[in-house]
C-alpha cells in the first residue's frame, strides 16, 4: 500500500509538472539536445533506488545543473557535489570520470540518508526525459527514477 501511495504521488509530481508548462512533446535527452537542459537549475521532487521509493523530506533541498562544458553540479541535501556527464548522439546519458565528488559536511541524519540516495542513485541513470519543465532521469529498467523540476516555477 505504501509503494502505492509513492508511485501515485510520484505520477501525480510528473503530471503536475507537465501540466504547468508549455506544450510539448516530450524529448528523449541526446548530444544534439542537451543544450535545452543546460543554464537550468533542477529541483529534485522523488527518488526511485533501485525499485525502492524514498520518502523525501521537506526540507532535503536537493538540485541538478547541466553546464555546457559536460560538468553537473548541484546540492544533495547538505552537501554540494560535482562531476561530469555525457549524452550520445542517440540519448545516452553517461557519468564519465572519478564519481560525483561532495564536499563533506555533516547534517541531521534524515538528511544524510536523503543525500545518500540521491548520490548513490544519481549515476544508476542512464537516460533522460525532457517534458517542458520537467525532467525524468531513469536506468533501462526504470527501477532507478529520479523526478525535478525545474527551479523557480510552481509546481
Same mark, same amino acid.
Given at each position: ?21 508549455? =506544450?510539448?512533446? !516530450?524529448?528523449?535527452?541526446? $548530444?544534439?539536445?542537451? @543544450?535545452? #537542459?543546460? +543554464? ?45 556527464? =555525457?549524452?550520445? !548522439?542517440?540519448?545516452?546519458? $553517461?557519468?564519465?570520470? @572519478?564519481? #560525483?565528488? +561532495? ?53
Amino acid at each position: 500500500m505504501k509503494t502505492l501511495i509513492c508511485m501515485v504521488s510520484m505520477s501525480a509530481a510528473w503530471l503536475v509538472a507537465c501540466a504547468t508548462t508549455p =506544450s510539448s512533446a !516530450p524529448i528523449i535527452v541526446s $548530444s544534439e539536445t542537451v @543544450a535545452k #537542459l543546460q +543554464t537550468r537549475q533542477w529541483e529534485l521532487k522523488s527518488i526511485t533506488l533501485d525499485s525502492h521509493d524514498s520518502v523525501m523530506d521537506l526540507e532535503a533541498k536537493m538540485t541538478l545543473a547541466f553546464g555546457a562544458d559536460g560538468k553537473v553540479t548541484g546540492y544533495s541535501a547538505v552537501n554540494q557535489f560535482n562531476g561530469a556527464y =555525457s549524452f550520445s !548522439p542517440d540519448g545516452r546519458l $553517461s557519468w564519465p570520470g @572519478a564519481g #560525483l565528488i +561532495t564536499t563533506r559536511k555533516a547534517g541531521p541524519p534524515e538528511l544524510m540518508e536523503q543525500e545518500r540516495t540521491y548520490l548513490r542513485a544519481l549515476p544508476k541513470t542512464d537516460r533522460a526525459i525532457l517534458k517542458g519543465r520537467a525532467l525524468l532521469l531513469q536506468n533501462d529498467g526504470e527501477s532507478t527514477v529520479l523526478t525535478f523540476v525545474e527551479a523557480g516555477y510552481p509546481q
